[in-house]
Each structure stands twice: as structure tokens, then as C-alpha cells.
């Protein structure tokens, strides 16, 4: 028994507390059930551990290894933040944790993520109650990432917003006295190159964008959806770029009018099932200029299967669906899922693997960042291979001839646009892994929102073949 | 000769004809930014005595209006906009009745009759934890404070934790936040601005048209929530959906027969209504604790409407979460549970109830007409309608003269609490400067006239005349136009 406390004592006296507070960037209130994670650097043998602050905004983490750790604070409608960060959004600096059982006191600040607010106006100044707004990102490819509707006096907020460029628009629609008005982007264009994009960064809120509709005429699409016969069923659904609606459901041949459709790009949907329970669909996409009249949509059968990965075991593909009117959420592939047809992109998880390649069709599918597009229609034949003969690219940070520990280093394929994240450990060595061969860019930083005006530029590192160790030392930028 | 003098008389009959028919025309404008409201409606009021119809038009672009043909009489412009006051046309400001005006039959009228519009009312605010710290994406509701109290308005805070309603008439509201869960699971119950769950410490916020009440920080209150889980007995397993229905708010599942489990209900009074094809069930649930509830699913039949004539009787629900949209009855079956329904009798009568058959508990009393009744799943209403409606006329006078359209304001007083009105009215008198409502119910009234005072005023109050009219009374109250 004795000796058992004495075995106690000797492991707790080895095991310290890392404690600290949350608090609001901007009013300095402290802030409540936010999760706070502590991740050793590598060579720091101890695994992540998340906690949530109490009432107070406080947090103590118990029983932690000797080593070297980052504190990083998320919670809903705040950026990221890491404790020892020079500004919120920003990585922040390692802290070690000896075996003296204090691991000191972090007070984290956090920032409100950004917003926009503005006013959507008719000719005369008024604002228009209870219109849709649109949020798009400037970056290609393009996506609308968040909407909302005006309020009694015609103004909007669009909040938890990542520091970026973004497009707002207001949506098509009838005026009072059925005069129609068509997607607006701020502040009165109807065309993307004479749109006024908004700027924002973290903690800020981007007051008084104008929208100011331009009227035109909106357009009528008629026609049939031939649905699968009683008790079989189907439903057409019409996607924009400013979001959906359900213009036909039912079995057999379904009629349908729909009308006040925005000139430009539309996408048709038809999913359903027969009678016993096969599924069938249909996608269409089209550039809508003129009324359209007499138009048929079908709901084919749609054949099971065509997404095959192979090269590494037991990786499971990531799938979201992404129509004109955005991305859906992500989800793991079924082992019987059918994607009803549209355009789709898929990824696999990262690990000690690459994606060699991802063939749709026979050719290579189009690729961004780490997700490939593919189109499902009534059959899809779409081809993963892994291979775990991944490439590495490592060496030491340094500041003046001494290694940097916990440096963030940002690695960047600059032919896929994938990035990597990755800190070096208290010897200032850092190691990123899971490449596929290409041309790379790597710099390491503190001050990351900054890169574009970064003293030096991000070294350029060429991985020539797989499994080929790059090494490369970084001099640590500073502004 | 004579065919050309006939073709003269006729050349000066038709300009004759034309100059008779004057023009009425204006624009409308903001009362904050003076710039003008496009695509308003605008109607054309003729005043009693004046033998034409009322015509309606949308403002064009630039916010004009113009009536052409309008025949000789006097009229009031009323123009409506949604987020607007209704604005009349001469009102001392918006709010106030509008004054008539004369058209002659002279010449075109080429006055231009300008009208400001008021923005409705708002109330903004923030819903904050311990910390002062905004909540996104919280219910919070608005509720009238003036008996019956009843939920109005709704809104959710964005991701500052802010929220903004309105749409709202002149009054004093009470606000609340809703119950919900944290990010850590730990529980919130619904809180009244400024502080406290219950209603009497709820802080009535009053909003004058085109304010904002703004700042109205409510501050969340921890509380325990509740689990109902409950078994559905559905016919033929069909699909049904079950609306959990409190004062703050309703949550919808979807279900078919079988046990369901519903968590963090708010503690106090639950609805629980069932609704599938054909088929429908209510009850309600005092939930103080974890609870259980067996729900079933009723067929229901067409509500069975005797004694309303040829009269089409309205109906609306009126659930905890406040009342719903009106609907007219055309044989359709309608959800069990609380309603209210209404009946618009012609001239020669009166509404005396609107009650389940075989009922013999007094009537309850209606609210602006429309009686409460709990629908089962087999209604049979009973609708009573007398033909010996009361009426008050009378003549308006200033100094000794009567006034032209003077606006009269008639409201029906609640007999146990008469502060609190059950029903009001509003007319205009006619050319002379007489009034009249009709088809009245017997009761204690309070009636005034003026363009200068909200009749909620307690100097109108004060000045106003109240009488009591017996079943089939026809009482005459002259009133002299009221001045602040």
C-alpha cells in the first residue's frame, strides 16, 4: 500500500496543470463553454486534449506530460484562436510545461469572426422588408456560402464570416406591384464584373453595403416530369445560383410552371423511386435566356456502384454535393449509396498516403485543393488510387542561425492547391508528410495573414518522384 | 343647320361631362428620409353620403398617385405599405386620422396632397449569457402586455447574439427569450427581459411608431429542461406529425405509430397536437418533470355549423404560441383543440355567440368579435345571431357646428374589467357630421372623436363618453370634437 502511494505521488509529481481564461477580443468578458485544446509538439510524447471552459470562462487541464504544447481556443462565431498569437487568427507560440506541476496561467483572446451588414434599397431609397441577400466568395470557384432576408427596414447582417473577399447579392423577385427586379450584386449590378466585392477581416463588421435591385424581366420554364407511375414517385427540383425550390412532385406524367426564374445558369434535379423502392434521377444544365416551353425531365434509373478506391485499405471517400446554389455538407460514401445525379466532388481523409490519382470517366478528374469534381449521372465511373509511397519535405526552422520551436510552417502545392500545416518541435525540426510528388512552396511564419507582405518570399521545393525525403531548412519570416 | 347645333349641344354636353370629374392626386414620402414610397396602396375614401365606390391604386416609382374621374364629394387618401403605419391624408401626424376633403365639380383639382408615412415599430436587443456575451441563433419571442396576452412576433438573434422585430403597432410589448440547450448541454429556461422566468417581473417595453426600443438585453436564466416521450397510436401506422406547442414557440416531429422521445422542454404548460391524413388529437401537458404521453390519432369529421344563415363563419387557431392565420370554413375538417370563430352578420344583426352544441357554460367572452371555442374531433357548432342589434348614431360638432368626416372611435368595454376593451370601432361621420354604427351587441361602450388624440390616451379616456346599450337599443350621443 505504501508502496503503491509512493508510485502515485512519484506520477502525479511528474504530471502539471495547464490553466487559463477565455476572453471576448473585443469587450474583454470572459467567455463560457468554449473548447480548448491542448496538442503537444512532435517529440512531445502526450496526445491532444480538449476541455471546455466553466461559467467563468476558465479552463484547467489536469495531469499534463512534461513537454511542449500549442493552446488553441474555438467556439462558434469566433476565429480560431492560440494562446501567445501577436494577433487573433494568427498562429500562436508554444509553451513548455515542465515537471514542476505548473504549466502557467493562458489568457486567450478571442475575435468575433466577420460580418457584413448593409441595405438592400428600391430607386427611391427605401429599404425592401423580407428580401433574400446572398453571400458569395470572390475566389474561384465561386460558391454562395450564406443567405438571409431583410428585415422591416431592408437591412441584413451576414455573419461568421472568414477574413476574405466576398460578393453580395440580392435575389431576383416581384415588386409590390408585380414589376420584377432581377439578382443584384452590391451595389447595383447585375453582371459579376462591375459587382463591388466587400473585404473584411476577423473582429470586424463591414457597415452600409447598398444593394440597389436593377429591375429586368424574370423568366417562365413549363413543361413535364415524367415521374415513375403510382405508387412510384418523383419531384423536380430548380437550383440557381440564389437557391432552390420544388416546382414538381408526384407519379406518372407530372405538369409543371415555374416561374420569376433568374436569366443565366439553372440546374434541374429530378430524384425519386418506383414502385419497388429502385431509384431514379435525372440532372440537366442549362443557360436559361429566353421562356421555355414544353420542356420533359425523366427519372432514369440509376445503376448502383462506380466509385472504386484503391492502393490503401480501409480509407473511406468523403462526398458533397455541390449545386449551383452551393456545397451540401460533407458525408462518408455508403456502402449502397447511389448519388443521384449532379455534380459532385470527393476526398479521402489525409494520412501516411497520397492520392496518386482520381479518373473520372478514363481522365483525370478536375482537382481543387483536395477535393475532385466528378459528375454522377445514371451510371458514374469514377476510379481512386492511393498510394502509401508518400513523399516527405523536412528540416530545421531557424532565427538567426537558432532553431525556432513550434514554428508554424505552411507547406503549399502550388499545382493542386493542397495545404499542410505543420509545427516543428522544440529542436526547430519540422516534417510534412503525405505529399504526392510536384512543386511545393514552404514558409514559416507567426504572422500568416501577413504572408503577401512577408519580408522574403516562401521558398520553392520540387518532390521529383514518390517517397523521396526533401530536406529543407527555413529561415523563420517576420513582417 | 339644325344637325350642326345638335352636334354643338353634344360637343358641350360631353366638356360639360368631363369637367365634372375632377382629379385627386398626391404623393407619398417617408416621414424619416423624405424620400417618396413607390408601389404604395393608396385607396380613395369617399365619406358617407358620397354616392361613388372607394378606388385603390399603387403609387408608381416616384410615389404618385393620381385618381382621374373622380365624381364630386368628399373623400380621405389612405395609403398602406407593409413596415408602414397606415397614413392618412391631413393627419396632424402619423397615426392620427387623416381629414376629409372636398372634391368640386368645378374644374381638375391640381393640388398636390402630399402624405408622410411612419415606419411601424421595432424592438431590438441582444439575448446574453453570464458574461454579457451574445447567444446566436435564440428564439425570442414578443407578446402584447395588454390582457389577452398573446405571442405576436417571433425572431431569432444572429451570430452576435442581437435580434431585431418589427412590423410592430404603437403599444407596450413584453419580450422574452427562449429555453434551449449549450454548447456544453447545460440548460437554459425561457427568461422575460430584463431578468427572471416569470411574467410579473417582466420588464414592458412600449415603442411609439417609428422607434426602435433598442438595448433590450435579456439575460439568460439557467434552468432545468425536460424529456416527453410518449407511445403514438396512429390507425393503419400512417404518418402523422405532432406539434409540441408552448407559449414560446413550437417544435414539429414527424412520426408514425410508436414510441417517441422529445428532449428539453421548457417547464409550464404544453400542447400536444397530432395531426395526420383524416386523423388528428389534442391534449395538453403540465411539464414540471420527465413525462409520458400516449397520443393518439382520431378521425375527424367536417365541423357541423347550424344557425349562421348564409353568413360564411371564420375560424382560426389559437394555440399557446399565438393565434393562427383566418380561415373561412368550406366543410373541411379542422385540427382538434383551441379555436376561435367568427361570423360578419349584415346590418340587422348581431353576433351573440359562437359555441360547441349542448354547451351550457356561460360564453366566454369574444375579443374583437371572435369567440373561443375547443373543437373535438367532431365538431358541431352553434352559431346564435339576433336580429335586434343595438346601434348609437349622433351628430359631431366643433363650437356648435358639425364637422365634416370627423372621425369616431366606439370600443366595447370588458363588464369585469372595463380598462380592458373586448371590440372597437371606427367610422366616419358623414357630410352633416353624422354617425352611425350598427349592429352592435348590448353592452357598456366608450366612444369619442378626434383628429388630434390616440384614444389610449388617458386625457381621451377621461374625455370620452361611455353609455350602456340594452339588446335592440338604438341610443343617440352627440359628441363634440375633442382637443388636446
Same mark, same amino acid.
Given at each position: 500500500?505504501?508502496?503503491?502511494?509512493?508510485?502515485?505521488?512519484?506520477?502525479?509529481?511528474?504530471?502539471?496543470?495547464?490553466?487559463?481564461?477565455?476572453?471576448?477580443?473585443?469587450?474583454?468578458?470572459?467567455?463560457?463553454?468554449?473548447?480548448?485544446?491542448?496538442?503537444?509538439?512532435?517529440?512531445?510524447?502526450?496526445?491532444?486534449?480538449?476541455?471546455?471552459?466553466?461559467?467563468?470562462?476558465?479552463?484547467?487541464?489536469?495531469?499534463?506530460?512534461?513537454?511542449?504544447?500549442?493552446?488553441?481556443?474555438?467556439?462558434?462565431?469566433?476565429?480560431?484562436?492560440?494562446?501567445?498569437?501577436?494577433?487573433?487568427?494568427?498562429?500562436?507560440?508554444?509553451?513548455?510545461?515542465?515537471?514542476?506541476?505548473?504549466?502557467?496561467?493562458?489568457?486567450?483572446?478571442?475575435?468575433?469572426?466577420?460580418?457584413?451588414?448593409?441595405?438592400?434599397?428600391?430607386?427611391?431609397?427605401?429599404?425592401?422588408?423580407?428580401?433574400?441577400?446572398?453571400?458569395?466568395?470572390?475566389?474561384?470557384?465561386?460558391?454562395?456560402?450564406?443567405?438571409?432576408?431583410?428585415?422591416?427596414?431592408?437591412?441584413?447582417?451576414?455573419?461568421?464570416?472568414?477574413?476574405?473577399?466576398?460578393?453580395?447579392?440580392?435575389?431576383?423577385?416581384?415588386?409590390?406591384?408585380?414589376?420584377?427586379?432581377?439578382?443584384?450584386?452590391?451595389?447595383?449590378?447585375?453582371?459579376?464584373?462591375?459587382?463591388?466585392?466587400?473585404?473584411?477581416?476577423?473582429?470586424?463588421?463591414?457597415?452600409?453595403?447598398?444593394?440597389?435591385?436593377?429591375?429586368?424581366?424574370?423568366?417562365?420554364?413549363?413543361?413535364?416530369?415524367?415521374?415513375?407511375?403510382?405508387?412510384?414517385?418523383?419531384?423536380?427540383?430548380?437550383?440557381?445560383?440564389?437557391?432552390?425550390?420544388?416546382?414538381?412532385?408526384?407519379?406518372?406524367?407530372?405538369?409543371?410552371?415555374?416561374?420569376?426564374?433568374?436569366?443565366?445558369?439553372?440546374?434541374?434535379?429530378?430524384?425519386?423511386?418506383?414502385?419497388?423502392?429502385?431509384?431514379?434521377?435525372?440532372?440537366?444544365?442549362?443557360?436559361?435566356?429566353?421562356?421555355?416551353?414544353?420542356?420533359?425531365?425523366?427519372?432514369?434509373?440509376?445503376?448502383?456502384?462506380?466509385?472504386?478506391?484503391?492502393?490503401?485499405?480501409?480509407?473511406?471517400?468523403?462526398?458533397?454535393?455541390?449545386?449551383?446554389?452551393?456545397?451540401?455538407?460533407?458525408?462518408?460514401?455508403?456502402?449502397?449509396?447511389?448519388?443521384?445525379?449532379?455534380?459532385?466532388?470527393?476526398?479521402?481523409?489525409?494520412?501516411?498516403?497520397?492520392?496518386?490519382?482520381?479518373?473520372?470517366?478514363?481522365?483525370?478528374?478536375?482537382?481543387?485543393?483536395?477535393?475532385?469534381?466528378?459528375?454522377?449521372?445514371?451510371?458514374?465511373?469514377?476510379?481512386?488510387?492511393?498510394?502509401?509511397?508518400?513523399?516527405?519535405?523536412?528540416?530545421?526552422?531557424?532565427?538567426?542561425?537558432?532553431?525556432?520551436?513550434?514554428?508554424?510552417?505552411?507547406?503549399?502545392?502550388?499545382?493542386?492547391?493542397?495545404?499542410?500545416?505543420?509545427?516543428?518541435?522544440?529542436?526547430?525540426?519540422?516534417?510534412?508528410?503525405?505529399?504526392?510528388?510536384?512543386?511545393?512552396?514552404?514558409?514559416?511564419?507567426?504572422?500568416?495573414?501577413?504572408?503577401?507582405?512577408?519580408?522574403?518570399?516562401?521558398?520553392?521545393?520540387?518532390?521529383?518522384?514518390?517517397?523521396?525525403?526533401?530536406?529543407?531548412?527555413?529561415?523563420?519570416?517576420?513582417? | 343647320?339644325?344637325?350642326?347645333?345638335?352636334?354643338?349641344?353634344?360637343?358641350?354636353?360631353?366638356?360639360?361631362?368631363?369637367?365634372?370629374?375632377?382629379?385627386?392626386?398626391?404623393?407619398?414620402?417617408?416621414?424619416?428620409?423624405?424620400?417618396?414610397?413607390?408601389?404604395?396602396?393608396?385607396?380613395?375614401?369617399?365619406?358617407?353620403?358620397?354616392?361613388?365606390?372607394?378606388?385603390?391604386?399603387?403609387?408608381?416609382?416616384?410615389?404618385?398617385?393620381?385618381?382621374?374621374?373622380?365624381?364630386?364629394?368628399?373623400?380621405?387618401?389612405?395609403?398602406?405599405?407593409?413596415?408602414?403605419?397606415?397614413?392618412?391624408?391631413?393627419?396632424?401626424?402619423?397615426?392620427?386620422?387623416?381629414?376629409?376633403?372636398?372634391?368640386?365639380?368645378?374644374?381638375?383639382?391640381?393640388?398636390?396632397?402630399?402624405?408622410?408615412?411612419?415606419?411601424?415599430?421595432?424592438?431590438?436587443?441582444?439575448?446574453?449569457?453570464?458574461?454579457?456575451?451574445?447567444?446566436?441563433?435564440?428564439?425570442?419571442?414578443?407578446?402584447?402586455?395588454?390582457?389577452?396576452?398573446?405571442?405576436?412576433?417571433?425572431?431569432?438573434?444572429?451570430?452576435? %447574439?442581437? *435580434?431585431? &422585430?418589427?412590423? +410592430?403597432?404603437? =403599444? #407596450?410589448?413584453?419580450?422574452? /427569450?427562449? $429555453?434551449?440547450?449549450?454548447?456544453?448541454?447545460?440548460?437554459?429556461?425561457?427568461?422575460?427581459?430584463?431578468?427572471?422566468?416569470?411574467?410579473?417581473?417582466?420588464?414592458?417595453?412600449?415603442?411609439?411608431?417609428?422607434?426602435?426600443?433598442?438595448?433590450?438585453?435579456?439575460?439568460?436564466?439557467?434552468?432545468?429542461?425536460?424529456?416527453?416521450?410518449?407511445?403514438?397510436?396512429?390507425?393503419?401506422?400512417?404518418?402523422?406529425?405532432?406539434?409540441?406547442?408552448?407559449?414560446?414557440?413550437?417544435?414539429?416531429?414527424?412520426?408514425?405509430? %410508436?414510441? *417517441?422521445? &422529445?428532449?428539453? +422542454?421548457?417547464? =409550464? #404548460?404544453?400542447?400536444?397536437? /397530432?395531426? $395526420?391524413?383524416?386523423?388528428?388529437?389534442?391534449?395538453?401537458?403540465?411539464?414540471?418533470?420527465?413525462?409520458?404521453?400516449?397520443?393518439?390519432?382520431?378521425?375527424?369529421?367536417?365541423?357541423?355549423?347550424?344557425?349562421?344563415?348564409?353568413?360564411?363563419?371564420?375560424?382560426?387557431?389559437?394555440?399557446?404560441?399565438?393565434?393562427?392565420?383566418?380561415?373561412?370554413?368550406?366543410?373541411?375538417?379542422?385540427?382538434?383543440?383551441?379555436?376561435?370563430?367568427?361570423?360578419?352578420?349584415?346590418?340587422?344583426?348581431?353576433?351573440?355567440?359562437?359555441?360547441?352544441?349542448?354547451?351550457?357554460?356561460?360564453?366566454?367572452?369574444?375579443?374583437?368579435?371572435?369567440?373561443?371555442?375547443?373543437?373535438?374531433?367532431?365538431?358541431?357548432?352553434?352559431?346564435?345571431?339576433?336580429?335586434?342589434?343595438?346601434?348609437?348614431?349622433?351628430?359631431?360638432?366643433?363650437?356648435?357646428?358639425?364637422?365634416?368626416?370627423?372621425?369616431?372611435?366606439?370600443?366595447?368595454?370588458?363588464?369585469?374589467?372595463?380598462?380592458?376593451?373586448?371590440?372597437?370601432?371606427?367610422?366616419?361621420?358623414?357630410?352633416?357630421?353624422?354617425?352611425?354604427?350598427?349592429?352592435?351587441?348590448?353592452?357598456?361602450?366608450?366612444?369619442?372623436?378626434?383628429?388630434?388624440?390616440?384614444?389610449?390616451?388617458?386625457?381621451?379616456?377621461?374625455?370620452?363618453?361611455?353609455?350602456?346599450?340594452?339588446?335592440?337599443?338604438?341610443?343617440?350621443?352627440?359628441?363634440?370634437?375633442?382637443?388636446?
Amino acid at each position: 500500500m505504501r508502496f503503491l502511494a509512493i508510485l502515485l505521488f512519484a506520477v502525479c509529481a511528474r504530471a502539471a496543470v495547464v490553466e487559463g481564461v477565455i476572453l471576448d477580443d473585443e469587450t474583454g468578458n470572459p467567455l463560457a463553454r468554449t473548447n480548448v485544446t491542448l496538442t503537444p509538439l512532435p517529440g512531445t510524447p502526450a496526445q491532444s486534449v480538449t476541455v471546455r471552459t466553466g461559467a467563468r470562462g476558465a479552463f484547467v487541464i489536469l495531469s499534463v506530460r512534461t513537454g511542449w504544447y500549442v493552446l488553441r481556443a474555438t467556439r462558434r462565431g469566433y476565429a480560431p484562436a492560440e494562446d501567445g498569437a501577436s494577433k487573433p487568427g494568427r498562429p500562436g507560440h508554444a509553451f513548455e510545461v515542465a515537471d514542476d506541476r505548473t504549466g502557467g496561467f493562458h489568457e486567450i483572446h478571442m475575435a468575433h469572426l466577420a460580418a457584413i451588414m448593409g441595405t438592400v434599397f428600391d430607386e427611391n431609397g427605401i429599404g425592401i422588408p423580407n428580401w433574400q441577400v446572398h453571400l458569395y466568395t470572390t475566389r474561384k470557384p465561386m460558391r454562395r456560402v450564406a443567405s438571409t432576408t431583410t428585415d422591416d427596414r431592408g437591412e441584413f447582417r451576414l455573419g461568421e464570416l472568414d477574413t476574405g473577399n466576398y460578393e453580395v447579392r440580392s435575389g431576383p423577385g416581384p415588386l409590390e406591384d408585380k414589376t420584377t427586379v432581377l439578382a443584384t450584386y452590391s451595389q447595383a449590378a447585375v453582371e459579376l464584373k462591375d459587382a463591388f466585392p466587400v473585404y473584411v477581416v476577423v473582429g470586424e463588421t463591414k457597415k452600409n453595403v447598398a444593394i440597389r435591385p436593377v429591375k429586368g424581366k424574370l423568366l417562365n420554364l413549363s413543361g413535364t416530369l415524367q415521374a415513375p407511375g403510382y405508387p412510384g414517385r418523383a419531384t423536380l427540383t430548380l437550383i440557381t445560383d440564389t437557391g432552390r425550390r420544388e416546382i414538381a412532385a408526384g407519379s406518372g406524367n407530372v405538369p409543371f410552371t415555374a416561374s420569376g426564374i433568374q436569366p443565366g445558369p439553372i440546374e434541374l434535379v429530378v430524384s425519386g423511386g418506383n414502385a419497388i423502392g429502385a431509384l431514379c434521377g435525372s440532372f440537366i444544365d442549362l443557360k436559361i435566356d429566353k421562356d421555355e416551353f414544353n420542356r420533359t425531365y425523366p427519372c432514369s434509373f440509376i445503376s448502383p456502384g462506380g466509385i472504386q478506391i484503391s492502393g490503401v485499405q480501409q480509407v473511406p471517400i468523403i462526398l458533397r454535393r455541390v449545386d449551383l446554389d452551393g456545397e451540401s455538407d460533407v458525408h462518408a460514401l455508403g456502402r449502397d449509396e447511389m448519388p443521384i445525379p449532379g455534380h459532385w466532388e470527393l476526398t479521402v481523409p489525409r494520412g501516411d498516403y497520397y492520392v496518386q490519382s482520381v479518373r473520372c470517366y478514363s481522365r483525370p478528374c478536375p482537382q481543387a485543393g483536395d477535393w475532385y469534381a466528378f459528375e454522377s449521372n445514371s451510371y458514374r465511373d469514377v476510379r481512386i488510387q492511393l498510394s502509401s509511397n508518400a513523399a516527405t519535405i523536412s528540416g530545421i526552422v531557424k532565427l538567426k542561425d537558432s532553431p525556432v520551436l513550434g514554428a508554424p510552417v505552411f507547406v503549399n502545392n502550388v499545382d493542386t492547391g493542397q495545404n499542410w500545416t505543420v509545427r516543428s518541435d522544440p529542436n526547430g525540426h519540422y516534417s510534412a508528410t503525405g505529399l504526392s510528388p510536384g512543386t511545393y512552396t514552404v514558409v514559416s511564419s507567426f504572422n500568416i495573414d501577413d504572408i503577401e507582405n512577408l519580408s522574403g518570399k516562401p521558398l520553392t521545393v520540387r518532390v521529383y518522384g514518390p517517397g523521396q525525403t526533401v530536406t529543407q531548412d527555413l529561415e523563420l519570416l517576420r513582417p | 343647320m339644325k344637325p350642326l347645333a345638335a352636334l354643338l349641344a353634344l360637343a358641350v354636353s360631353g366638356f360639360s361631362v368631363h369637367v365634372r370629374a375632377a382629379t385627386v392626386q398626391g404623393v407619398i414620402f417617408d416621414d424619416e428620409t423624405s424620400n417618396p414610397i413607390a408601389r404604395s396602396q393608396v385607396t380613395l375614401d369617399p365619406l358617407p353620403g358620397t354616392k361613388t365606390r372607394r378606388a385603390t391604386m399603387l403609387a408608381d416609382d416616384h410615389g404618385r398617385y393620381v385618381f382621374s374621374s373622380v365624381p364630386p364629394g368628399w373623400y380621405i387618401v389612405r395609403v398602406s405599405r407593409i413596415g408602414f403605419e397606415t397614413g392618412e391624408f391631413g393627419q396632424l401626424r402619423p397615426g392620427l386620422p387623416g381629414k376629409p376633403f372636398e372634391v368640386r365639380d368645378d374644374s381638375d383639382d391640381d393640388q398636390l396632397r402630399q402624405i408622410l408615412m411612419r415606419r411601424q415599430a421595432a424592438i431590438s436587443g441582444s439575448v446574453v449569457d453570464d458574461n454579457n456575451i451574445g447567444i446566436p441563433d435564440w428564439v425570442v419571442s414578443v407578446y402584447t402586455a395588454r390582457p389577452p396576452i398573446k405571442r405576436i412576433a417571433e425572431a431569432k438573434t444572429n451570430d452576435r %447574439g442581437d *435580434f431585431r &422585430v418589427g412590423e +410592430l403597432e404603437r =403599444g #407596450t410589448y413584453i419580450v422574452r /427569450a427562449g $429555453g434551449g440547450q449549450l454548447e456544453d448541454q447545460s440548460e437554459l429556461v425561457p427568461a422575460y427581459y430584463k431578468y427572471g422566468t416569470a411574467l410579473s417581473g417582466a420588464e414592458p417595453i412600449f415603442v411609439r411608431l417609428g422607434e426602435t426600443a433598442a438595448f433590450t438585453v435579456i439575460h439568460t436564466v439557467a434552468g432545468q429542461l425536460f424529456d416527453l416521450s410518449g407511445q403514438i397510436l396512429a390507425p393503419d401506422n400512417r404518418p402523422i406529425s405532432i406539434a409540441l406547442i408552448s407559449d414560446s414557440g413550437r417544435r414539429t416531429i414527424s412520426a408514425k405509430a %410508436g414510441p *417517441f422521445l &422529445v428532449s428539453g +422542454l421548457a417547464p =409550464g #404548460t404544453w400542447e400536444i397536437l /397530432a395531426q $395526420g391524413a383524416g386523423c388528428g388529437s389534442y391534449q395538453t401537458i403540465l411539464i414540471d418533470r420527465n413525462a409520458f404521453v400516449r397520443v393518439e390519432c382520431d378521425a375527424l369529421s367536417a365541423p357541423v355549423v347550424t344557425g349562421a344563415g348564409s353568413h360564411p363563419v371564420y375560424a382560426r387557431r389559437a394555440d399557446l404560441d399565438g393565434p393562427g392565420d383566418e380561415l373561412e370554413l368550406h366543410g373541411q375538417a379542422l385540427a382538434p383543440g383551441p379555436w376561435e370563430f367568427m361570423v360578419r352578420p349584415s346590418s340587422d344583426q348581431y353576433l351573440v355567440s359562437i359555441r360547441n352544441q349542448g354547451d351550457t357554460t356561460p360564453v366566454p367572452l369574444a375579443q374583437d368579435g371572435w369567440f373561443p371555442v375547443q373543437v373535438g374531433t367532431a365538431p358541431q357548432l352553434q352559431v346564435n345571431l339576433s336580429n335586434k342589434p343595438a346601434s348609437i348614431s349622433g351628430n359631431v360638432t366643433a363650437s356648435s357646428m358639425p364637422v365634416t368626416g370627423a372621425p369616431v372611435f366606439l370600443q366595447l368595454l370588458n363588464p369585469v374589467t372595463p380598462e380592458l376593451v373586448l371590440q372597437a370601432w371606427e367610422a366616419r361621420a358623414d357630410v352633416k357630421g353624422h354617425y352611425v354604427f350598427n349592429s352592435l351587441p348590448p353592452g357598456d361602450y366608450r366612444l369619442m372623436s378626434s383628429y388630434e388624440l390616440d384614444y389610449d390616451e388617458p386625457v381621451a379616456r377621461e374625455k370620452s363618453s361611455t353609455l350602456r346599450l340594452a339588446e335592440g337599443q338604438s341610443a343617440e350621443q352627440p359628441l363634440e370634437l375633442l382637443q388636446p
